[in-house]
């Protein structure tokens, strides 16, 4: 029975890291089919370096992620303005949103009860990042991040399945070198 309703709530975290994420994609006049709207870049092209194999979201979401957290592989797409990758353990999206960097924290701050908030987290990139990491094994946790464009970007994992916190931590960091690769 406890694993039915711990399977239950984390269908439940990942619809609520899905909508949350989603809600703060793009502009009130975006209808649920069209893609978000972000703030406007100097137009120069991307500084990633996005795998022609897979596309960008195959760079921003690398596979040797989904593996590192012991979910099965699963091939990143395009999805809400951003990158979604689904297996059966679990959810990453990344994807950039339409709030100041400090909205987005403060929101952050709100949603984390029973996990580690931190307003600022050391990442690969150098980013300024804040988020946090559940303390159990399922449900979600989230990074906000700044990239070399001055984009806000959230980095979420949905956990559906049993995966060590510390597993989620280390792939959170790791998507955060592959951020400025985001359509």
């Known amino acids: ?72 592989a699963a091939e990143p797409v395009e999805d809400r303005g951003g990158c979604l990758a689904t297996s059966a353990q679990g959810t990453i999206l990344v994807v950039q949103v339409g709030e100041a960097y400090d909205a987005a924290c403060d929101r952050l701050r709100g949603a984390a009860p029973g996990s580690t908030y931190r307003p600022s987290v050391d990442n690969p990139a150098g980013y300024d990042a804040c988020g946090f990491v559940r303390d159990d094994d399922l449900g979600q946790s989230e990074l906000v991040v700044t990239d070399d464009r001055d984009r806000v970007v959230s980095i979420g994992v949905a956990a559906l399945e049993p995966t060590d916190p510390e597993q989620v931590r280390a792939a959170l960091l790791e998507v955060t070198g592959s951020v400025a690769d985001l359509p």
């Open 1 to 72: 029975m406890s694993t039915l309703l711990g399977r239950g709530l984390a269908l439940l975290s990942a619809a609520v890291l899905t909508a949350a994420l989603a809600a703060g994609c793009g502009d009130e006049e975006s209808s649920a089919t069209a893609p978000p709207t972000g703030p406007e870049t100097s137009g120069a092209p991307p500084t990633g370096t996005a795998d022609p194999e897979t596309g960008a979201c195959g760079s921003v979401i690398p596979a040797a992620v989904l593996t590192s957290l012991g979910w099965d």
